[in-house]
Structures are given as structure tokens and as C-alpha cells.
């Protein structure tokens, strides 16, 4: 007889209040985010989004620390990123500039809210497909843009436009395309580094000059923060593409030099 296969022991159907608080404040970073963005404070929503994605990230590993890892922390963490970084994103961006269309006719009004519903609705596509590819997927690698990521490139492009003095009126055809651009990658193909098989851990070392990366990051985003973290960002949404399409390229002429 064949042995019977293991099975996952399955999560905790507890509710643990530490990771859950961090959740709970994630959340109310990104719904901070909205009403700033009502408000016209679009520099102080951006930084909002941001927080939230620094808590969200803290969430899962108080989570695996403590040992309190729950089926609820799980679905709240996936309610608490739509919030943060599907409908904040969204409607910061539709406050910001995309309100702005509607003053050209009533087509492009539609086009504005159009754009900024398609966001929304591939980070929550996004978020439901994640859910259901855990414990399958490579967690070296995401399938698509993760929904963090994705509101970080969307915030940091307002958080410098501000900065650079521009308006969301002035970028009003500038930001749909964006936003239109980073939904659809959310919900693409393409592969992107999760950064889970970095090493993190008590016993894990890295080289001397990681450091020395560190340390000119952090001076970089002390002078500039907003546009360092778009360019940054921007670059890790470019780099899903082109590292897909550059995989593709190797494999076929592979196959092509075996043949």
C-alpha cells in the first residue's frame, strides 16, 4: 500500500489580538488615506498608503514570531489590503487628478472613474487569485504585481508630483493611464521577486557590502524620499516584464541550441 500523503496541519481557527491589531491599523492607515485625499492633504494620504504597507508587512511576521498564525488573521489581512491598497490607492488618485476629467465633457468624467475602478477591481482580483495559490505557488516569486507594490508606485507618483509643485489637474491624462497600467499588471502574468528567500533570519549572513547598500539607501530617502521611492518603485514594476520576457527569450533559443 502506498503511504497516505501529509497533509498541512491546518491554521488556528483562534482570533489572536497582536497580528489582528496590526492588521486593524494597517486598515485604518489606508482608510486615513481617503479621508485625506476628501480633504485635498494628498501628500499626508500618499505617506498614509506607505504606513499602511510598512504594518502590513509586520502583521504576518508578529504572526509567525508568536506563533497566533489563524484562518481570521489570513481573510482580515486580505479585507485590510483592499481597503489599504485597492480602494485607498484608487480613490486618492480619483481625488487627486482624475476627478479633473470631467471638466473636458461628460465622457472623459466617465473615463476617470472608469480608470480608477479598474484598479480597484484587479486588486481585488489580484488578492482573491493570491488567496487562492497559497501553500501551490514559488513564494520566490509573485504572479503579478503584488497590491503593496502596486499602490506604492501609484502613491509615490502623487507624493512627488506634489512635491515637484504639479498638479492632479495638470496630469489629469497622465494619471488613468498609470493607473489603468498598474492594474493590469496586478492581474498579469508576469513574475516578480517576492524577496521572501532574502536572507532575514538570526543565523543568516549576508555580504559586507548589502550593508553598504543599506546605508546609501537610507541617505538617498532621507534627501529625497518621494521620488526615490518612484523610482525605485518603478523600476520593480518594469522588472516583471522584462524578466519574464527575457526568461521566455533564454528557454526558447535553450531549446532551440538542444534541437
Known amino acids: 500500500m502506498s503511504e497516505p500523503m501529509p497533509v498541512r496541519p491546518p491554521r488556528h481557527r483562534g482570533i489572536y489580538l497582536l497580528p489582528n491589531l496590526f492588521t486593524t491599523a494597517a486598515m485604518f492607515a489606508g482608510f486615513y488615506a481617503i479621508i485625506a485625499s476628501i480633504d485635498g492633504r494628498y501628500t499626508e494620504a500618499a505617506v ?24 481570521f488573521g489570513v481573510q482580515y489581512d486580505s479585507l485590510s489590503d483592499l481597503v489599504s491598497f485597492g480602494l485607498a490607492p484608487a480613490l486618492v488618485m480619483y481625488n487627486w487628478s482624475l476627478s479633473s476629467l470631467r471638466d473636458f465633457g461628460s465622457l472623459w468624467g466617465k473615463l476617470g472613474w472608469a480608470a480608477a ?9 489580484r488578492l482573491a487569485r493570491f488567496n487562492t495559490q497559497v501553500g501551490v505557488a514559488d513564494k520566490r516569486y509573485f504572479q503579478g504585481l503584488a497590491s503593496p507594490a502596486a499602490a506604492a508606485v501609484c502613491m509615490s507618483f502623487v507624493w512627488s508630483a506634489e512635491k515637484s509643485g504639479f498638479s492632479g489637474d495638470e496630469l489629469c491624462f497622465v494619471t488613468p493611464v498609470m493607473a489603468v497600467i498598474v492594474g493590469l499588471l496586478m492581474v498579469s502574468r508576469f513574475r516578480y521577486f517576492s524577496f521572501k528567500s532574502l536572507p532575514m533570519g538570526d543565523n543568516q549572513r549576508v555580504p559586507f557590502a548589502w550593508m553598504v547598500g543599506a546605508v546609501l539607501l537610507l ?41
Open 48 to 71: 498614509a498608503v506607505f504606513i499602511a504597507a510598512v504594518l502590513d508587512g509586520m502583521d504576518g511576521r508578529v504572526a509567525r514570531m508568536t506563533g497566533t498564525q489563524s484562518e
Open 117 to 125: 475602478f479598474i484598479y480597484a477591481a484587479c486588486a481585488a482580483l
Open 219 to 259: 541617505a538617498l530617502l532621507v534627501l529625497d524620499t518621494a521620488r526615490v521611492l518612484f523610482v525605485g518603485f518603478t523600476i520593480y514594476l518594469l522588472s516583471g516584464p522584462v524578466w519574464t520576457i527575457w526568461g521566455l527569450a533564454t528557454h526558447r533559443r535553450s531549446r532551440r541550441n538542444a534541437a
